[in-house]
Every structure is written in C-alpha cells, then in structure tokens.
C-alpha cells in the first residue's frame, strides 16, 4: 500500500511482478478513496456484480494456473 496525506493506493504483485492486477476490493477501496469521482463504486455489491460481469464477458480473468487472487484485462486497452 502506498499512503499519501489525502489518499492511499492498495496493489499486490502479481505473476512475474505484474501491477496491473485488481479485485473487488480494492477496485471498492480505491473508490471510497475518491467518492467524488467514484460514487457508484462506493457499494462492494456494485463493485463485485460489476466485476463478476466483466468476467462473464471475458473482458478481465485470472491468470491460468497461477496462485494470484487477482483479475487482469485479456486485452490490453488501445488509444486513438
């Protein structure tokens, strides 16, 4: 965790050092951090039905035989 004056980051490294894993909670407590910006997402139940539907869509996963707890995008996310 990384703690700021106004805020802290939760993260956990994932397979082969990766950061760009997330869960529910911290996906919740990341938004609690910042409501203003994030008020939907200040519901766990709203953060995890939202994920749990990410997953069935294939659009994050875990990572196939990995002890990580966490989720990743499959896709990587392109700018125009």
């Avoid at 200040?42 to 990410?54: G, I, K, R």
């Avoid at 294939?58 to 392109?78: E, G, W």
Wanted: charged share 25%; glycine share 4%.
């Amino acid at each position: 965790m990384i703690e700021y004056p106004e805020y802290c980051v939760d993260f956990d490294f994932g397979p082969n050092g990766r950061t760009d894993g997330f869960d529910a909670w911290r996906l919740y407590n990341y938004a609690c951090e910042f409501p203003e910006k994030h008020a939907k997402y200040t519901n766990l139940a709203t953060v995890e039905s939202e994920l749990n539907q990410y997953i069935q869509e294939n659009m994050v996963k875990k990572i196939d035989n990995s002890t990580s707890n966490l989720y990743f995008f499959t896709q990587s996310k392109k700018s125009n």
